[in-house]
């Protein structure tokens, strides 16, 4: 089965909860694409916890090797998004960062890729002769052009600032 699920580069917590109430009804994931479709298998309803990762490199096979060594399974990707499977310790769920220090960097390292990714589209906008570029382009190629413009300018700052906002949360929690 594949259904469509937008989540935000914030919302780890959201996607995990998601999953888990998938693999509850019986839909395990198989795969996710960039275009937020994720395909899941049909099996028995399982009560199985993810948990969601953007590695510094994804790329890296010592990484993944240590992962499933401490019982974890790579259950997809996209675009540098990892999501795991860990196998319950007596019941819990094992988190994937122990401590606040690794989530920050986590979340940090997610607001480095994402502002460094609305960098160009912002100084292409800045220098850009507009008004010749319009006069170049034909409709049928401007409509779609603009659309993903006006989507990629609305959803960047927004999750940049979703990001800050979480980094702050992390780095001073309120008392209690």
């Given at each position: ?20 109430s ?12 960039p ?12 009560d ?36 795991w ?92």
């Open positions: 089965m594949t259904t469509f699920k937008l989540f935000f580069a914030h919302q780890d917590e959201e996607q995990e909860a998601w999953l888990r998938m693999a509850q009804q019986g839909l395990h994931l198989l795969k996710v694409n275009f937020c479709f994720w395909t899941f298998r049909r099996g028995e309803p399982a199985v916890v993810y948990r969601v990762d953007f590695p510094r490199n994804s790329q890296d096979p010592d990484f993944a090797q240590l992962m499933q060594d401490a019982g974890w399974t790579l259950a997809a990707t996209t675009v540098g998004w990892h999501y499977r860990p196998q319950a310790v007596r019941g819990a769920a094992p988190e994937l960062f122990s401590d606040i220090e690794s989530k920050l960097r986590n979340f940090r390292h997610r607001l480095g890729i994402f502002v460094a990714c609305a960098m160009p589209l912002f100084v292409m906008l800045v220098i850009t002769d507009k008004q010749r570029a319009l006069e170049q382009l034909s409709l049928p190629f401007l409509l779609p052009l603009v659309a993903a413009l006006l989507l990629w300018v609305l959803v960047m700052p927004y999750t940049i600032v979703q990001l800050m906002l979480k980094i702050r949360r992390l780095s001073n929690p309120l008392p209690g």
